[in-house]
């Protein structure tokens, strides 16, 4: 077995991070000159074509998608992998039109499923019970969804799909799910192959219902996306180190629990040199994990415009909950997160605490796909700043560093991310070990300020996370800070 295979077999190994960087791996061997990326080319296409699952075909393709956002012009010709490819599907579609565009075939969605279950079909025992085990709920969520919309029998065209794809050899058990020994709450991150085949069978439904007549293409590949298993987008950026200034305080020593107390104060000198820490920019939001001796807390900052009426101070808790209810969205690329970030009025973000008004200075934009490579990015999520910070459209666009933000032609913010000891295994209560930061130019947070009459100040939530006893829960415990604030009344 040679390089290319090895790598290959790890396309489609439990690790989700194995897989990720089997593909990047891939990718690379790809980019080379001469006889290495002939061979690998060839070998990936040839291994494409050997799938029998929908979802595994679609690994292979996902590492010529990664060459092409590096190397674009090292793609084979359009319709040469579509050739190769036996298992359609919508999702192959969406990725072979990020590579090729218009020149991408459409498939015959008649052949992208299997046809209608006989009469007498019943739902197998073993799909009904394990198949919000072997893939996150979010399937079955969206399937009931397009259930109750057409009326078509969704879940039970999934079953016939699924029992379509286990007679290939795919013997039901949940024994792969015993994992055994594992603290409350441990989860891991893993697909197995009775995974790839209830997503095989989830996307052979959804065009199973394009033919129908029922769903419309297009919403049945916003559904397909659901099993993309990376965003083409911000797999290009790569995580940074941890910001020097991000707190580190020092482990209690006694009983009390004195970190809260220590990040106050470094969150209260931060404040205060925020011009000296971060010279022309402005920190809009912050999210990220500190861990402390035995102990973990999540810190998340959160700039807001605010403005007073009178001396009643606004509810701390009623403020960081609608920063982070701010949402936002942008037009792009279905499968690469990049674009224009759609306009937010004011009115549908703002809020009136006591006598306090307050504006988040920023959003959380979703991608279209849910990076299940990169989970930690997809559960801590993305912000990016309002749209009505700029007197132009904002856009922006990910690059190896950063995602960079964009008014007109000229950058004018960034949005970065650190890892700190991520795998495959995580606790359901605890945060991910990740942060990130974003940053805007601070002239436009001076003009914004000036002309709506407030001043950027902080909200700071620090949750802490503890347990006296291995076999229990994590109880959440948080506190809230805020700086700049003003209770004098600004002239207007």
């Known amino acids: 077995m040679n390089n290319i295979d090895v790598l ?32 690998t080319q060839n070998t990936i296409m040839k291994w494409i074509g050997q799938q029998n699952l929908e979802s595994a075909a679609i690994l292979g393709i996902i590492a010529f998608c990664r060459l092409a956002d590096q190397h674009r012009d090292k793609l084979p010709e359009p319709g040469i992998i579509n050739h190769e490819l036996r298992k359609h599907s919508l999702l192959s579609f969406e990725l072979l039109r990020f590579l090729y565009g218009d020149h991408a075939l459409k498939p015959d969605w008649t052949q992208c499923h299997s046809g209608e279950p006989t009469n007498n079909f019943e739902l197998p025992e073993f799909f009904e019970k394990f198949r919000t085990n072997f893939l996150p709920p979010i399937y079955s969520r969206w ?13 039970r065209q999934w079953a016939f799909e699924w029992t379509q794809l286990v007679s290939l050899g795919y013997k039901p058990s949940a024994q792969v799910l015993d994992f055994g020994g594992r603290s409350p709450g441990l989860r891991m991150l893993v697909d197995f192959p009775l995974s790839e085949v209830y997503r095989s069978a989830y996307l052979r439904s959804l065009a199973w219902a394009v033919t129908k007549g029922r769903l419309p293409e297009e919403t049945a590949c916003y559904l397909a996306r659901e099993a993309c298993p990376i965003d083409l987008g911000l797999w290009r950026v790569q995580p940074a180190s941890k910001p020097p200034w991000w707190p580190s305080p020092i482990p209690s020593l006694g009983t009390i629990d004195t970190v809260p107390a220590q990040l106050s104060t470094i969150l209260s000198e931060l404040w205060d040199k925020k011009h000296e820490v971060f010279k022309e920019n402005a920190l809009l939001a912050a999210s990220g994990i500190i861990q402390c001796g035995a102990n973990t807390y999540n810190l998340s900052i959160r700039a807001m415009f605010q ?28 499968v690469y997160f990049a674009g224009v970030l759609n306009p937010i009025k004011t009115t549908d973000i703002s809020l009136v605490s006591h006598d306090w008004s307050i504006l988040p200075a920023s959003v959380y934009v979703r991608p279209h796909v849910f990076p299940r490579w990169q989970y930690w990015r997809g559960y801590r999520g993305i912000q990016l700043p309002a749209s009505f910070l700029a007197s132009e459209k904002l856009s922006f666009r990910c690059e190896t560093d950063s995602i960079r933000i964009f008014e007109g032609t000229t950058q004018i913010g960034t949005w970065q991310d650190w890892t700190d000891g991520v795998t495959e295994e995580f606790t359901n209560n605890l945060p991910h070990p990740h942060g990130w930061v974003l940053f805007v130019h601070s002239d436009l947070v001076d003009e914004f300020s000036r002309l709506s009459h407030s001043k950027l100040a902080w909200i700071c939530e620090i949750k802490m996370f503890h347990r006296e006893h291995e076999h229990e829960d994590f109880r959440e415990f948080s506190t809230y800070q805020l700086h700049g604030t003003t209770n004098l009344v600004l002239p207007s």
């Open 307 to 334: 403005a007073a009426t009178g001396p009643i101070v606004g509810d701390p808790v009623q403020i960081m909950k609608s920063c982070d209810d701010a949402q936002g969205s942008y037009t792009g690329q279905d």
């Open 143 to 155: 399937l009931k969804e397009v259930q109750d919309r057409t009326l078509l029998p969704m879940f």
């Open 8 to 39: 290959l077999s790890r396309l489609t190994w439990p690790s989700v991070l194995v897989r990720e960087r089997a593909a990047v791996a891939l990718a690379d061997l790809m980019s080379q000159e001469g006889t290495v990326m002939e061979q």
